[in-house]
């Protein structure tokens, strides 16, 4: 069963200026991105992976336009979001959204829900105006709250109700595709088991399409069809789920899976440990990004850059040794 | 089904929620700054120097401008204060009560003036500054810059001698030299919540840049605008005084704190008819020390963060 790509990233490069001091040149670059490629098929969930600034959240916004890539090209349903005008774009944005990881911060705290909602459907006029309220209500109920709720302010409510809130505003243009960045992250563990079976929901009912960043294995394992695993800017391996629980091949991927907690004290589980913080992302090395940590590393690793290789179906991996 | 649960309980929680928290921005403001003692006190002096100015025709026992003469028929020059006089009269015989309650008008409506005029130059290249960002933030910041370097005093002196020294020009000159603290204030306000996720879902959406400005920005850092706002009223009522009072501002006839102080370069009235000084000076004083009060109250309670 092949279905067609809704999202293809081809060569996402974002790469930010280090400047020191007023007047000098831009000697040094942090390759934030460098030289990202994937893509998802329509009404799959691909999950991100990778630790604190390895790059995944500059990634979806890069995607969105939210910040301007440096290289690179994201086709969301053939279509090369960079190059296209900006009412072209505008008109795309409905497209594709996002969910954002602090639901203190993603909401506006001057606006009722009713405006903040309310904005986006005006915004790319969804629905008629007098269709507007029972729309929005029907918005609340989908992600699980009350219409009495369309009249208060963002510090009444919870940071799972929040996130709920910042879901509705997302679905509101009615997306193909909804960049999940951290969604969850926030939340503590049992409001964070409600909140992603709303995602999955969500994402059944409609067909939906998500890029779903985070740090946590556990929750792209419950999300996710495929699983993309990030270090410092670059995609190390990529795979289906069972595939890479199953049959992980790069080293970085094998200590991430080996580092999952388990829920049984009786399950013994060999844990990789690695040596070392991560690598600046400024003037990263030129061989294996992850040299510096691998507990394989060999002497071609430092040398050269390990290209993506097939070792699956689908399952691709960066890394000599395999 | 773990859905509806959450719902009801969710439901429960934010009625109790909720009845905590009815009340506005405005209104818990409010309510912590009727708590800071100083600050209500700064708040009702200067609600009666308002309503004063307000008021001055209705208020004022004499005409500020024509001279009153005595039974002798000569002017009543440098009267110590007396039951006619309350508070005097000064060195054309006219009631400095009177003038000070004119003056009070003429001050204060130079000062909001002068406000209004430098918080709209600061907030607005504030705004652009901090959103726009790359070089129209470097431009702002640079002519910012070069004004903060400018001698206030000695700028407004020798521009309002250049222009006929009027009510007016004081308030024009004042407003244009005092917006850079705005500004700078407004810009780092903006670059913090420039960067927020709800301005980001609100770019995601599309929404174009003045709105995203106006609507999303502006509303989340009028609380500190607002302070800066008060304290600048403040320093434009002294610079307006200083002004006055060295004969560049508001001009004689007409009343005004600073100029009614310019009898007081004489060591004669200094050293031996207080009631001239003593006066227009207190009013000043009181003025600011109140604005002053009101504004760190403002401060105190806009910020959550001081929420105990």
Not at chain 2, 44 to 57: E, N, W
Not at chain 2, 113 to 142: F, H, N, Q
Not at chain 2, 148 to 156: A, D, K, N, S, Y
Not at chain 2, 195 to 210: C, F, I, K, P, S
Request: aromatic fraction near 6%.
């Amino acid at each position: 069963m092949h279905k067609e790509n809704i999202l293809e990233v081809k060569n996402l490069v974002k790469w930010f200026p280090v400047k020191k001091g007023l007047f000098s040149k831009t000697n040094s670059y942090l390759k934030a991105v460098d030289d990202v490629s994937f893509s998802i098929p329509r009404g799959e969930v691909l999950g991100l992976v990778g630790e604190s600034g390895c790059g995944k959240s500059t990634t979806g916004r890069a995607i969105l336009r939210l910040i301007e890539a440096t290289q690179g090209e994201v086709l969301l349903e053939g279509q090369d979001l960079y190059r296209m005008g900006k009412t072209a774009l505008k008109e795309k944005r409905k497209d594709m959204q996002i969910v954002f990881q602090d639901p203190y911060a993603s909401l506006n705290p001057r606006l009722t829900i009713r405006s903040i909602i309310g904005e986006a459907i005006k915004l790319h006029q969804v629905v008629s105006e007098k269709e507007r309220d029972a729309f929005m209500e029907e918005l609340l109920y989908e992600v699980g709250l009350g219409k009495h709720f369309l009249n208060h302010f963002p510090h009444q409510f919870s940071g799972g109700q929040r996130q709920r809130i910042g879901i509705a505003r997302a679905l509101a243009v009615r997306p193909k595709l909804i960049v999940m960045d951290e969604a969850v992250s926030a939340l503590d563990v049992s409001v964070q088991a409600q909140v992603l079976n709303l995602f999955q929901d969500l994402q059944q009912k409609y067909g939906l399409t998500y890029l779903f960043i985070t740090h946590n294995l556990s929750v792209v394992k419950h999300i996710s069809n495929r699983i993309a695993v990030m270090y410092l800017g670059q995609i190390v391996e990529i795979s289906e789920k069972e595939e890479f629980f199953r049959n992980p091949q790069h080293p970085y991927s094998r200590a991430l899976i080996s580092a999952i907690p388990s829920s049984s004290p009786e399950i013994k589980r060999e844990r990789i440990l690695l040596k070392g913080d991560l690598t600046s992302p400024v003037d990263p090395p030129q061989g294996c990004r992850f040299y510096s940590r691998c507990p394989e590393a060999q002497a071609i690793c430092k040398e050269v850059q390990p290209p993506h290789k097939e070792v699956g179906n689908q399952h691709l991996v960066a890394c000599h040794l395999r | 089904m773990s859905q509806h649960a959450d719902l009801a309980s969710n439901t429960a929680v934010n009625e109790t929620i909720s009845s905590l928290k009815k009340d506005s921005i405005v209104a818990e403001a409010w309510k912590r700054f009727k708590k800071n003692r100083l600050a209500m006190v700064g708040g009702m002096i200067l609600c009666l120097l308002v309503l004063t100015a307000v008021f001055a025709p209705l208020i004022s026992p004499y005409d500020p401008y024509s001279s009153v003469k005595n039974q002798t028929g000569m002017l009543n020059v440098m009267a110590p204060p007396s039951g006619e006089h309350w508070l005097g009269t000064d060195s054309l015989g006219r009631d400095i009560l009177s003038r000070l309650i004119y003056g009070g008008r003429i001050s204060l409506s130079v000062a909001l003036v002068a406000v209004a005029i430098s918080t709209g130059i600061g907030v607005l290249l504030g705004l652009l500054a901090g959103y726009y960002g790359k070089w129209v933030d470097a431009v702002i910041m640079r002519v910012t810059d070069i004004v903060i370097c400018f001698p206030v005093l000695f700028l407004v002196i020798s521009v309002s001698t250049m222009l006929t020294p009027s009510i007016y020009n004081v308030m024009i000159i004042i407003g244009l030299v005092s917006w850079t603290t705005m500004t700078r204030l407004v810009r780092g306000e903006v670059l913090r919540i420039r960067e927020m996720e709800y301005v980001e879902a609100v770019r995601a959406l599309g929404q174009n840049n003045l709105v995203i400005v106006f609507k999303h920005v502006l509303p989340n850092i009028m609380a500190p605008i607002t302070v800066q706002a008060t304290l600048q009223t403040a320093e434009a009522i002294l610079t307006e005084s200083a002004l006055s009072f060295l004969g560049v501002g508001v001009q004689q006839p007409i009343p005004s704190w600073g100029n009614m102080l310019q009898d007081a370069t004489s060591i004669m009235v200094l050293q031996f008819k207080p009631w001239i000084w003593a006066p227009p000076g207190i009013a000043i004083l009181l003025t600011i020390l109140s604005i002053n009060l009101v504004g760190d109250g403002l401060r105190d309670a806009l910020d959550p963060k001081t929420k105990n």
